[in-house]
Antibody, heavy 121, light 106 residues
């Protein structure tokens, strides 16, 4: 089955670090981009950035550049999203999604179920 | 940055209705537009890409049209499972999403 499996929900304190994961299976992980999308409680979707696991080429939305780090380990078909110092405003659901490139950019044809990150003191 | 205006933000409809959702861009994006459906507590699912191409497995009652700056998602005969929130997404520039349209039961 073609799927993206995300790591479980996290509860963290402000200032803590965090790394969440997204494991692809059922397709060639190194042949597709993997993007990350934030959804704050009751809000819409925001694209954060994307990585090509084949060569680790990474792009960020200007809104998230410097705020998070996206990486991948192609040997285990897993992409990551990490924070060095969480803020309460990072509380959200985070989705990984497989990116299909047309022209220069991506739409997303396969989504993980999401990882809920709660940051609270 | 390409600004997107999705309307309406809330749409009340009945089963069997024909509904249309609009997505307008601040600049032309050719046909680089996708539509997604999101049900409560679930991840989004791709419905349409390239403005009008139906993703495999998506029912034919869904259709997309438009190019340039104005796009439309149409559900020809609303079914109970279609009550959800719909998002457009442009990919002419770095991806951005519309604000969403919640389709609720009238």
């Amino acid at each position: 089955e073609v799927q993206l499996v995300q790591s479980g929900a996290e509860v963290k304190k402000p200032g803590e670090s965090l790394k969440i994961s997204c494991k692809g299976s059922g397709y060639s992980f190194t042949s597709y981009w993997i993007g990350w999308v934030r959804q704050m409680p009751g809000k819409g979707l925001e694209w954060m950035g994307i990585i090509y696991p084949g060569d680790s080429d990474t792009r960020y939305s200007p809104s998230f550049q410097g705020q998070v780090t996206i990486s991948a380990d192609k040997s285990i078909s897993t992409a990551y999203l990490q924070w060095s110092s969480l803020k309460a405003s990072d509380t959200a659901m985070y989705y990984c999604a497989r990116g299909v490139v047309e022209l220069r950019e991506w739409y997303f044809d396969l989504w993980g179920r999401g990882t809920l990150v709660t940051v609270s003191s | 940055v390409i600004w997107m205006t999705q309307s309406p933000s809330l749409l009340s409809a009945s089963t069997g209705d024909r509904v249309t959702i609009s997505c307008r861009m601040s600049q032309g994006i050719s046909s680089y537009l996708a539509w997604y459906q999101q049900k409560p507590g679930k991840a989004p699912e791709l419905l349409i890409y390239a403005a009008s191409t139906l993703q495999s497995g998506v029912p034919s009652r869904f259709s997309g049209s438009g190019s340039g700056t104005d796009f439309t998602l149409t559900i020809s005969c609303l079914q109970s499972e279609d009550f959800a929130t719909y998002y457009c997404q442009q990919y002419y520039s770095f991806p951005t999403f519309g604000g969403g349209t919640k389709v609720e039961i009238k």
